[in-house]
């Protein structure tokens, strides 16, 4: 009987798909097994660097589609194996009886069964063989891994943005690596932290600005395209830039994190601070809407959204009393589940707003409480600048050896020494994309290393304070929130020992007294944007215009 075949061909790493190992071997068994017995081949269905573990497999999921068709465009599925098909016994019973409600029976080269119930039980027994062999290979391999990354060495995947693959040894014929800087990555990787803190002269900017910032610069991810929010949020969320990459974290098959005590942790280095990292996290935990929703700031309750209860850290909110002649700033957590979730407490709205306005103007910005405040700040920059003026030392270095090297290309064309063909007219774009990368960056690290210590001068101090007192006092709500918003962080209210604790970013100072200018033009620094998690795109946020 002259049968329409189709067969599935797999091998279960990209590695066996690239050096073409098992695939030919497995079509030529296939072509001689059809030849003998007189079948014909009608669709092949090849399946590169895919596990049968699960049917998470596009080829395999297209021919059981195809099987299970009104068109019946094959009768039997010939596989090398059965493990070829699947390494699982329920999944592989579940397609198997599928397929065969459409007449179509699934056949293995190298292990013939029968149709009937005997046959049936053979072929299950085969099954279960292939599942315990294939949870006994995954065990072994990844306790082999673990001990890879317990010497810290790389375990084979593509290295995280930012870095590079170098080898470390050699082990026989095994090359060990280990993950090393790529400094023109890295470079964008800091860009991204440093966006993500203290922004560009409008605060720290949300995952959707930092997107099209990167973006609108021109610069592109490893394959040269543009960013992605989720690609930013990865690498925010990604502890590997702040020295410490964890191998062994998520379950490959359900995506969830292991336990804890099944990390195991792999010394890298570090691209940023762990400081920083840990700094960037705490935004990404508090700004998330449901923490801090964008209508409390966009609100007309001054302190809402940065004012905490010390009892249980929970927010204050309005409460209002006597038809609303009376406002408070009361424990949200205590007015949602009651007395016995928080005690709660409560402060006259206008008591803490005219105490916390006070400690702006009279303490913080005080001339002499400013300049104390900015010397740790202007050290910090100072040896940061020193850095970079050596990262740009090192891109120039590097864009000199790009543009010899293409002087070289162009002066074999124009000789007639080399010819134009697609492999070199490659290389001679990719030589000029990592001129413009590195020229890109230059311009980039240039803008940071200002001498600060110059900047901020004891007369921009005291404009800067002026300015702002200024605005506090005599400024609409908006502006007011505004300024606020920008200095603070957060209240901490202890009504019960008397006490109110404010703090914010010096950061936030510091760019405030380089930036006056703006002050003087009348625009309102906007407030922090919020954070979403999972790479979503931030709230839309508004700048209050100046009164006219």
């Given at each position: 009987?002259?049968?329409?075949?189709?067969?599935?061909?797999?091998?279960?790493?990209?590695?066996?798909?690239?050096?073409?190992?098992?695939?030919?071997?497995?079509?030529?068994?296939?072509?001689?097994?059809?030849?003998?017995?007189?079948?014909?081949?009608?669709?092949?269905?090849?399946?590169?660097?895919?596990?049968?573990?699960?049917?998470?497999?596009?080829?395999?999921?297209?021919?059981?589609?195809?099987?299970?068709?009104?068109?019946?465009?094959?009768?039997?599925?010939?596989?090398?194996?059965?493990?070829?098909?699947?390494?699982?016994?329920?999944?592989?019973?579940?397609?198997?009886?599928?397929?065969q409600k459409h007449g179509v029976r699934i056949e293995s080269i190298t292990q013939q069964t029968s149709d009937d119930p005997m046959g049936q039980m053979v072929r299950q027994i085969f099954a279960v063989f292939d599942e315990y062999s294939s949870k006994e290979n995954a065990k072994h391999t990844l306790s082999a891994m673990k001990e890879n990354a317990r010497q810290g060495f790389w375990n084979g995947a593509s290295p995280p943005f930012g870095y590079r693959l170098v080898e470390a040894e050699r082990r026989g014929d095994k090359i060990k690596k280990r993950l090393d800087i790529d400094p023109n990555e890295a470079e964008i990787v800091r860009e991204i932290f440093r966006l993500a803190l203290t922004g560009d002269g409008t605060g720290p900017l949300g995952i959707k600005n930092i997107t099209t910032y990167l973006n609108k610069k021109g610069f592109t991810n490893r394959q040269g395209k543009q960013f992605s929010m989720g690609h930013i949020h990865r690498i925010l969320k990604k502890e590997t830039y702040a020295g410490t990459h964890f191998f062994n974290k998520r379950d490959s098959k359900t995506d969830q994190d292991k336990p804890l005590e099944e990390w195991i942790p792999v010394k890298v280095p570090h691209i940023i601070t762990h400081q920083d990292w840990e700094l960037t996290q705490k935004?990404?935990?508090?700004?998330?809407?449901?923490?801090?929703?964008?209508?409390?700031?966009?609100?007309?309750?001054?302190?809402?959204?940065?004012?905490?209860?010390?009892?249980?850290?929970?927010?204050?909110?309005?409460?209002?009393?006597?038809?609303?002649?009376?406002?408070?700033?009361?424990?949200?957590?205590?007015?949602?589940?009651?007395?016995?979730?928080?005690?709660?407490?409560?402060?006259?709205?206008?008591?803490?707003?005219?105490?916390?306005?006070?400690?702006?103007?009279?303490?913080?910005?005080?001339?002499?409480?400013?300049?104390?405040l900015l010397t740790k700040l202007i050290h910090k920059v100072t040896e940061d600048a020193k850095v970079r003026k050596s990262r740009i030392k090192e891109f120039r270095t590097s864009l000199v050896d790009v543009d010899l090297r293409l002087g070289r290309l162009y002066e074999g064309i124009e000789t007639g020494g080399l010819e134009l063909d697609d492999q070199l007219r490659s290389r001679i774009n990719s030589l000029k994309a990592k001129k413009e990368d590195h020229l890109k960056l230059i311009a980039m690290s240039s803008r940071r290393t200002v001498d600060v210590s110059k900047v901020l001068t004891l007369d921009k101090i005291n404009l800067f304070a002026d300015a702002v007192k200024d605005r506090l006092q005599n400024g609409n709500n908006a502006f007011r929130k505004a300024y606020v918003r920008l200095f603070i962080n957060d209240i901490e209210v202890n009504k019960p020992a008397g006490e109110v604790c404010i703090s914010g970013p010096i950061a936030a100072v510091e760019h405030g007294i380089c930036n006056i200018e703006e002050m003087d033009s009348g625009k309102v620094p906007s407030f922090v944007q919020k954070w979403r998690p999972q790479g979503e795109s931030n709230p839309r946020y508004r700048r209050e215009r100046p009164a006219s």
């Open positions: 009987m002259n049968l329409r075949v189709a067969i599935y061909l797999r091998v279960s790493t990209v590695r066996q798909a690239v050096k073409d190992l098992s695939i030919p071997d497995q079509r030529n068994q296939a072509d001689a097994y059809c030849k003998e017995k007189g079948w014909t081949i009608v669709r092949e269905f090849v399946e590169p660097g895919a596990s049968a573990t699960d049917d998470k497999r596009p080829m395999f999921q297209e021919m059981i589609e195809a099987a299970c068709s009104k068109e019946q465009p094959f009768d039997l599925i010939l596989v090398h194996s059965f493990s070829r098909f699947f390494r699982e016994l329920y999944s592989f019973e579940f397609y198997a009886r599928r397929v935004h990404l935990k508090e700004r998330r809407p449901e923490n801090t929703a964008p209508r409390i700031v966009n609100g007309p309750t001054l302190l809402v959204g940065l004012a905490k209860c010390s009892i249980c850290g929970g927010g204050m909110t309005l409460r209002t009393g006597k038809g609303g002649r009376y406002r408070y700033y009361s424990c949200a957590t205590c007015k949602r589940k009651g007395k016995t979730a928080c005690s709660g407490q409560s402060v006259p709205m206008k008591k803490l707003d005219d105490l916390v306005l006070d400690a702006l103007t009279q303490h913080i910005l005080q001339p002499d409480r400013l300049k104390e």
